[in-house]
T-cell receptor, first 114, second 112 residues
């Protein structure tokens, strides 16, 4: 089944404890991105990747890191999480970067930073 | 900066009626607009894409219009069903920023 998977789905952590949210897609997509979703603010892009080893900042990159060493994986790293990073996170992918390609979203990761 | 706005108030309609959701955008002229459905706690799911020269696009009970003069897209669900209850998001890809910009979504509630 074609899909985007994320792990973990739920995470409660404490301020400053490094964490990684994994994202994997099995559709051989080139373009991948991370979003956070907050009430009243909608979905905001954190980082995106056009292809392996090519990443760039989105609208809200502060406090996050990403890497794209393999085409299928695009982990999101929070080196020192803070409470303002409590949010619902989505990974997404599309065949290529294009305004007419649909985005496939993962199931989401609900992160709480205490 | 470019902005995309959707009515933040929930839309409540009776089963069988047509639901109409609005998406307005400013400071940008996208060539394509996308519509997604999102159920609570789940990732958005792509529904339709409309190009600027298409004016109208249909898929089963869904219809999307794109008015570049008004900078507006309308999303219609005809013969609505309780299963259509969800949040609907519009989005466009800003090719300069290489980012998909989303509206905050409109929650639709279809009453049986």
């Amino acid at each position: 089944e074609a899909q985007v998977t994320q792990n973990p789905r739920y995470l409660i952590t404490v301020t400053g404890k490094k964490l990684t949210v994994t994202c994997s897609q099995n559709m051989n997509h080139e373009y991948m991105s991370w979003y956070r979703q907050d009430p009243g603010l909608g979905l905001r892009q954190i980082y995106y990747s056009m292809n392996v080893e090519v990443t760039d900042k989105g609208d809200v990159p502060e406090g996050y890191k990403v890497s794209r060493k393999e085409k299928r994986n695009f982990p999101l790293i929070l080196e020192s999480p803070s409470p303002n990073q409590t949010s619902l996170y989505f990974c997404a992918s599309s065949f290529v970067y294009s305004p007419y390609n649909e985005q496939f979203f993962g199931p989401g990761t609900r992160l709480t930073v205490l | 900066s470019q902005k995309i706005e959707q009515n933040s108030e929930a839309l409540n309609i009776q089963e069988g009626k047509t639901a109409t959701l609005t998406c307005n955008y400013t400071n940008y002229s996208p060539a394509y607009l996308q519509w997604y459905r999102q159920d609570p706690g789940r990732g958005p799911v792509f529904l339709l894409l409309i190009r600027e020269n298409e004016k109208e696009k249909r898929k089963e009970r869904l219809k999307v219009t794109f008015d570049t003069t008004l900078k507006q897209s309308l999303f219609h669900i005809t013969a609505s069903q309780p299963a259509d209850s969800a949040t609907y998001l519009c989005a466009f890809m800003d090719t300069g920023r290489r980012a998909l910009t989303f509206g905050s979504g409109t929650r639709l509630q279809v009453q049986p």
